[in-house]
C-alpha cells in the first residue's frame, strides 16, 4: 500500500533562513508523481512544487526546491530564503502514473512557523 | 478565471439529514476528486473520478456518494450524515490522472458540522 510519512508536526525557522521539510514515502508502482502543497492559515490549498520518479534533476520553482532521494524514498520540501508569508501548513502528497493515478494520497502536515 | 468553485462554503445540519455538496470547474478537466481534511490526519480521499459517468472509491468512502453526469459538475452526497463527518472538504480537478504532471487544482473548501 502507499505511505507518505511527514515525521515533523512543526517546525520554526528564522526569516531569511533556509528550511528543510521531511517527507518519506512507500510506494511498490514504479512510477508515481510527489507534490507539495501549501496552506495558509485562509485554508486554500496552494501547489508548490511537482517531482516525477524519473525525473533526472531535482524540481525547483523559485524559493522551493525537492530534494529528491529515490533509494531512501524521500523528497523533502527545502524553502530558501524564508519569508513570513511561508508560515503556514505544508503537505507532501503522492500517486501512481499508471492505472492508479487517480488515487492521491497526503502526509500529516508540517505547520512551519516563520520568525521575524 | 479558471477555478473550481464548491458550495456551500460552510454548513451546519444536524444528524440523518441528506446533503449535497457541490463541485464544479471550468477549466475541461476529466479529472475530479474529493477530499476531507481533518486535524493531525492531512487530507484524505473520499472518492474520485477520472471522466464522465467513470468514479471510483478513495481511501474513506463510507458514507459518501458521488456522481459525475457531466464533465464539470461532481457533487458530493451525504445521504445521512453523522457527527464523524464533520471535517473540511476539498474538492480538486486536474487536466487529466494519466500521465507525469497532473497538478491538482483545489476548491476553497467546504466547513461541514453535524450535529
Known amino acids: ?116 | 478565471e479558471a477555478q473550481v468553485t464548491q458550495n456551500p462554503r460552510y454548513l451546519i445540519t444536524v444528524t440523518g439529514k441528506k446533503l449535497t455538496v457541490t463541485c464544479s470547474q471550468n477549466m475541461n478537466h476529466e479529472y475530479m476528486s474529493w477530499y476531507r481534511q481533518d486535524p493531525g490526519l492531512g487530507l484524505r480521499q473520499i472518492y474520485y473520478s477520472m471522466n464522465v459517468e467513470v468514479t471510483d472509491k478513495g481511501d474513506v468512502p463510507e458514507g459518501y456518494k458521488v456522481s459525475r453526469k457531466e464533465k464539470r459538475n461532481f457533487p458530493l452526497i451525504l445521504e445521512s450524515p453523522s457527527p464523524n463527518q464533520t471535517s473540511l472538504y476539498f474538492c480538486a480537478s486536474s487536466l487529466s490522472f494519466w500521465g507525469s504532471y497532473n497538478e491538482q487544482f483545489f476548491g476553497p473548501g467546504t466547513r461541514l458540522t453535524v450535529l
Not at chain 1, 7 to 28: H, I, N, R, W
Not at chain 1, 57 to 64: D, F, H, L
Open chain 1, 1 to 116: 500500500a502507499q505511505k507518505i510519512t511527514q515525521t515533523q508536526p512543526g517546525m520554526f525557522v528564522q526569516e531569511k533562513e533556509a528550511v528543510t521539510l521531511d517527507c518519506t514515502y512507500d510506494t511498490s508502482d514504479p512510477s508515481y508523481g510527489l507534490f507539495w502543497y501549501k496552506q495558509p492559515s485562509s485554508g486554500e490549498m496552494i501547489f508548490l512544487i511537482y517531482q516525477g520518479s524519473y525525473d533526472q534533476q531535482n524540481a525547483t520553482e523559485g524559493r522551493y526546491s525537492l530534494n529528491f532521494q529515490k533509494a531512501r524514498k524521500s523528497a523533502n520540501l527545502v524553502i530558501s530564503a524564508s519569508q513570513l508569508g511561508d508560515s503556514a501548513m505544508y503537505f507532501c502528497a503522492m500517486r501512481g502514473l499508471g492505472n492508479q493515478g487517480g488515487k492521491l494520497i497526503f502526509g500529516q502536515g508540517t505547520e512551519l512557523s516563520v520568525k521575524p
